[in-house]
């Protein structure tokens, strides 16, 4: 059944940028030896999403061109893309991926991939507003669901924070609903305004049975 | 109130093998999702209530020991790593 996802995952990404998607987990991914020290005392299950997760990350950027083995990592615990690129990595129960592109032609990429099963209610109203609640509990069948919701503000995060620079919450972003044709709009807070000179972004969702997926991509 | 007893329950293992040096890198089943479940029921439990900077500075049980200490909070549980990492 994971094919579904793939496939579903993979038609949200969109040229210039590529994708790299996969629900065979290994190892043996290609690790610099900065993140193999990082990785070794990890538990096998995250050494293993790690891994596929860096392995995919490599497979997207050779597709753009380069000539990369491995990634970097920063002091802050992300990883360095080389010079000249920008991507976003993703990894959950069944599914893992990578999307990349060349800072020239995209200025923000985030992906997400989250099983699709209900959101704790608890957690759902920690990480949205009441519009937001009131949005999903609307409905408008394309399976918009509070876990979308939340790999929605997933991407946006992993999409700004390289031009953020620090770690922003939940209520930064809000979702404005506006139909179900799998996109989505989100308004930005102030302080993202201010870094990011977006007053609002726009991503998109598909749902499968077993995965919710997200991706924001902003071209140049 | 035991600290690692509610984590071990949100993360569905046993709370015997969490030490406060335990994080989302050396435990199984703790992603982004989980830690906020975390969050969640370490206030429920606690009467407490985190920040966003907070609940991305703590990178272990340690750290999120020290900051309820700070927050007025007392343990019963020893901090002490499990048996099997004092061999």
Redesign the interface.
Known sequence: MSHRSIEAFKRLVRAPAVLVCTSEFSEDGPLSVRELEYIAPAVVSRRSDFATGRACAVAALRQLGTEVRSLERSEGRQPVWPHGTLGSITHCEGLCAAAAAWAGEVRFLGIDAEPNVPLKDKVLERISSRAERDGIAAGDGSGFSGKTLFSAKESIFKALYPAVDAYFGFEEVEILFSGGDGLFTASLSAMLQDRTGLKEIEGRYATTLEHTMTVVQVAR | MQLFQIIGGVLKIDPATLSDQSN?????NW???RH??IM?AVENAFGVRFS??EM?SMQNIGDMRQLLIGKGVTFDDAAAPPAQMQA
């Open positions: 989302a890198l050396n435990t199984p992603n982004s999702l906020i479940e969640l966003m900077p991305v």
